[in-house]
């Protein structure tokens, strides 16, 4: 199982960046996906999540309005577009997979991808 994140980099307050994910090695294509994001010094917190079907999306308050994720499962990739940046959102990034979507509430997965830092500068 293996999770590639990519996109990361630096940008400026109102500004925008396309993180994308590539996922690979599970053995059930019935897997959801999510994005989170730490912090210097901070926990790593829940950003975004999209089931295996994309019926269900959800984002947290902080990001709501201004990201997007989304996925192509022909691709094996799946997407968070960020717009509107805001020094805030200043993190490594993380994509995850579960089988049950429910596990990402409580900060779990079943694989991490390797994280890619986004900087937003003032």
């Known amino acids: 199982v293996q999770l590639q994140a990519s996109g990361g980099g630096l940008v400026q307050t109102g500004e925008s960046l396309r993180l994308s994910c590539v996922v690979s090695?599970?053995?059930?294509?019935?897997?959801?996906v999510a994005w989170f994001r730490q912090a210097p010094g901070k926990e790593r917190i829940y950003v975004a999540g999209?089931?295996?079907?994309?019926?269900?999306?959800d984002y947290s308050d902080s990001v709501k309005g201004r990201f997007t994720i989304s996925r192509d499962n022909t691709k094996n990739t799946m997407v968070l577009q960020m717009n509107s940046l805001k020094p805030e959102d200043t993190a490594t990034y993380y994509c995850?997979?579960?089988?049950?979507?429910?596990?990402?509430?409580?900060?779990?997965?079943?694989?991490w991808g390797q994280g890619t830092l986004v900087t937003v500068s003032s």
């Open positions: 995850a997979a579960a089988y049950a979507r429910v596990a990402f509430k409580g900060g779990k997965a079943d694989a």
């Open positions: 090695g599970f053995t059930d294509d019935h897997v959801a």
């Open positions: 999209i089931n295996q079907d994309s019926s269900r999306i």
